[in-house]
């Protein structure tokens, strides 16, 4: 006997159970509702750290940590031909292992060189270079065709050479003439 002292496969056990559902759903949203502080949250959470001795919620991953991210492409583009501010964004963040890109959003070509030697070879208008890992916590980088453009992979800045505009003499010759 099921549901009241009626038999099985009557009527009456299917209008309990087309009534027992809904109870047991409405059961189970208020339960849940009741384990929530009955209050849904105001904003995202934190970040919590893969790293159980960290004493923060969120924090960013020193070099010498234990747990290796996954490799990641970063992205650096070229937006200009002078200083630092040719490369965006400028220093950059990234870890050991990522693959650095540049993308040529300028005008002119550019050819990209690690301080280590590394070279990337010329990067035209509307191009990218081949990836290449980061194999050093810090490194930095510049432009041979514009020697003031220079750039930092989680570091200071180093310092550009200085510009020395074309010589002019006044007179339409010397080095100002076009021809240098």
Known sequence: MICGGHPPCSPH???CMKLALPALVIACV???WGCSSNHLPSSPSSLNSQNPASSGAGRFR????PVMPSPMQILINIVGSFG???FMPNPT???MGDQIVFTNTDLVMHHIVLDDGTDLGEVQPGQSSAP????TP???YHCIIHPTMVGSINGDLPPAEPYYPPYDDGYGGGY???YY
């Open 84 to 86: 630092s501010t040719a």
């Open 138 to 140: 810090i490194a930095n």
């Open 13 to 15: 056990i299917d209008m």
């Open 62 to 65: 020193a070099f010498d940590d």
């Open 30 to 32: 208020v339960g849940t």
């Open 132 to 135: 290449v890992a980061l194999m």
């Open 176 to 178: 100002g003439d076009g």
């Open 93 to 95: 963040t990234a870890n």
